[in-house]
């Protein structure tokens, strides 16, 4: 891509509405906790007290607004206590940028590894960059700094009082993660009845598991209805798959196809029905004609084979959700562990215990080539530039030109460019907004500060509908602020406008000085998920042959880790497509069949995992050579991946004549085996790095059309590999 437009792209992007669920409720919530600390400071204190303490209170109002499977009330708490002490800290280096320069880059630092963490944590040690910014203009001595961050902290503590007083659909975040991912799966089941070979998205699978981790205190708490639905999605996925194969499951046509679609069909309407029933807490109708179907004829089921024991599961798995959907999601009773806790529950560390967690994730990350680390350097240098540059300007309130490039400042370029276009505009229009409202109105302190409580309010609204808008109202928030303190609005809004227009011009600069850029990265990102689909469909070999726990286990984890190395892949490739880098090591084209491949390789792994036996019975060796032979291979075509050579699979070839040969098992899975060896060879096809190996692959795909015209006897007879 290149610059030009990369930059029409950013700038769509920055402009762009996001259709998403508005929580005007929750944004009410939170604009109270800003007035109830606005209003009592101001009156008993001072307009700076109040400044204050809106910071505090706004800024951990804020963070409640993140994707956090935590306690809102916790969130809060704990941004107010990061933010109250950036104040009390960044005063103690004021007054001199010989000090304070250094403890900013340093703060600033610390802020950028916080990403290693995730992304909220990353984004609320952003904003206590601010508020060191910010809040070290307003007190004069070591006692006034801590009475401004005990009031910061305050704002975040009347936020928390406030959510624990007035809680809004508790548990609603991990309600919306299940139901998403049983709708997911509904939404495949509907697909796979006009595309067998549909591909299907996990990442819904993944938020839902990672929601399902809680604390110890959270898991006494926790609905009963949040704690096994997930299994049961995990589960339904590869029986429709299997069952809508043309291959191993419903035959292409006929009253087979027909009876496959119904259940399919039945599929989507119940997991719909559960997942609004989830996602509401209320019993939720299904049609009288998807449970109709679930009544199974075992004298005339049309469906035989794999297909009717993949039918009978899904009836079964079905069954199952019938009785949540209808349930009311269990409002009533919630279940008490009967061991140790995390015995039944996937545990979540809390606070104190995270502390070695945080370390970890950090040293992870603290390496040159990390875009966490990247991003941690120019968060420090463009911090501490941004409030060099502001203090030599003949303008008041320098700390808004840094501040402006922390709050734009992301580990990707596209998300740092697209915000800092949308800070802009938002500030702009924002500031525009609260100018003439200024002027109309000429209010008062108290007035001032109403005025910045209902800005707040519709920040807060907008707060998932596209960052441009939020800021909008964000920039009047903070004009309102400022003119309860008695600052007049021609002396903020000009220097406003020119700093955040320099720090959003720091913040892009930055990137284009320092980047991080993912595409010379596919080569890398693509070999973790080869070799990782490769231990998982090993796994799935192992776990066919011999259907032992361990094995299971085993099988889980695998599925996990190819799930987290997918995820990892399509982050960067999507993050690649936007940059305006020349491809390294992968073209575009390169990538895109890549990935095409290893989603079909994925797939009939997948089908495998639907015809593991429920026994412990043992299904002999040939699935097991099958096994040590894809790992083998794909670990080692993940190195070659790596190092720009072309991928081979003679073992796994061998292997699989070696099955042929002996016959035993089940054809429907020696079936899929031959899928997945198709796919390797299509994956090494699109990787090849000569055009003779890309003639071969092209011949290899003709080669088997060939084979499959003449199989059903549309066809020529397929040419001999060495004719």
């Known amino acids: 891509m290149t610059w030009l437009r990369a930059f029409r792209e950013v700038v769509r992007s920055g402009l762009t509405i996001e259709e998403t669920r508005l929580e005007p409720l929750l944004a009410l919530r939170t604009a109270a906790g800003v007035a109830l600390v606005v209003g009592p400071a101001l009156w008993l204190a001072s307009p700076a007290y109040a400044a204050s303490a809106a910071l505090g209170a706004y800024s951990a109002g804020g963070a409640t607004f993140q994707r956090s499977w935590r306690p809102r009330k916790v969130v809060a708490l704990g941004a107010g206590a990061g933010l109250a002490l950036s104040t009390f800290v960044g005063y103690l280096a004021a007054g001199r ?331 702009l229009a924002g500031v525009a907004l609260a100018t003439g409202t200024v002027q109309a109105l000429d209010p008062g302190a108290y007035v001032s500060g109403a005025l910045a409580v209902v800005s707040a309010a519709l920040s807060y609204t907008l707060n998932r509908t596209g960052y441009a808008y939020s800021q909008c109202f964000t920039a009047a928030y903070v004009v309102f602020l400022l003119g309860m303190g008695g600052q007049a609005w021609e002396q903020t809004v000009p220097e406003r406008v020119v700093l955040t227009l320099l720090g959003g011009a720091l913040a892009m600069l930055a990137y284009v000085v320092f980047p991080a850029w993912e595409t010379p990265r596919l080569p890398d990102r693509l070999a973790d998920w080869l070799a990782a689909n490769g231990r998982y469909a090993a796994a799935v070999l192992r776990t066919y042959a011999e259907p032992t726990l361990e094995h299971r286990l085993g099988m889980r984890r695998a599925l996990l880790e190819s799930r987290q190395a997918r995820s990892a892949w399509q982050e960067a490739y999507d993050r690649a497509r936007q940059e305006p880098v020349r491809p390294r090591g992968l073209t575009s084209r390169e990538a895109q069949e890549a990935q095409e491949a290893l989603k079909r390789f994925g797939r009939a792994a997948m089908l495998m995992e639907s015809h593991v036996p429920g026994g412990d019975s043992r299904f002999g060796p040939d699935a097991e050579r099958f096994a040590e032979a894809l790992e083998t291979d794909m670990s080692k075509a993940a190195v070659a991946v790596r190092e720009h050579r072309n991928p081979d699979w003679a073992h796994v070839e061998e292997a699989l004549r070696t099955w042929d040969a002996a016959g035993n098992g089940n054809p429907a899975v020696r079936r899929e085996a031959e899928l997945q060896r198709r796919a390797l060879e299509d994956l090494a096809a699109a990787v090849s790095h000569t055009p003779l190996e890309r003639d071969v692959g092209s011949v290899r795909e003709e080669q088997r059309v060939r084979a499959t015209l003449a199989a059903d006897g549309r066809g020529p007879e397929p040419v001999p590999r060495d004719g």
């Open 97 to 427: 940028l010989v000090t304070f320069l250094p403890l900013l880059a340093v703060w600033a630092f610390a802020a950028g590894m916080a990403w290693a963490v995730g992304s909220t944590a990353g984004i609320v040690a952003a904003t206590t960059v601010g508020s060191m910014l910010v809040t070290i203009t307003l007190p004069t001595s070591v006692g006034r700094a801590l009475e401004h961050a005990g009031v910061i902290a305050l704002g975040g503590l009347a936020q928390a009082v406030l959510i624990l007083l007035f809680p809004i659909r508790r548990w609603g975040a991990h309600r919306d993660a299940l139901a998403d991912a049983l709708a997911a799966v509904a939404d495949y089941a509907r697909r796979l009845r006009h595309d067998p070979t549909a591909p299907f998205d996990p990442q819904p699978l993944m938020t839902a598991r990672d929601a399902a981790a809680v604390t110890p205190s959270q898991a006494r708490t926790r609905p009963p209805v949040l704690h096994g639905p997930r299994g049961l999605a995990e589960r339904i996925r590869p029986v429709v798959a299997a069952l809508a194969d043309l291959d191993v499951g419903a035959p292409a046509e006929g009253p087979g196809q027909d009876r496959a679609r119904e259940l399919l069909d039945a599929a989507a309407d119940i997991l719909d029905a559960t997942a609004r029933s989830i996602r509401r807490g209320t019993p939720a109708d299904v049609r009288p004609e998807s449970t109709a179907v679930l009544c199974v004829d075992r004298e005339h089921e049309v469906l035989e084979g794999p297909a009717r024991d993949a039918a009978e599961r899904l009836v079964e798995l079905l069954g199952e959700a019938l009785e949540i959907a209808g349930s009311g999601c269990g409002r009533g009773r919630t279940p008490r562990p009967s061991g140790p806790v995390g015995a039944e529950f996937l545990m979540r560390p809390t606070m104190l215990r995270l502390v070695p967690v945080v370390v970890r994730a950090v040293r992870r990350e603290l390496r040159r080539p990390s875009s966490v680390f990247r991003h941690a350097v120019r968060l420090a240098a463009v911090a501490a530039l941004g409030c060099l540059i502001a203090a030599r300007l003949p303008l008041g309130h320098g700390y808004w030109a840094p501040l402006a490039s922390v709050m734009v400042m992301r580990p990707d370029f596209h998300r740092t460019y697209a915000r800092a276009v949308a800070r802009l505009a938002g500030t």
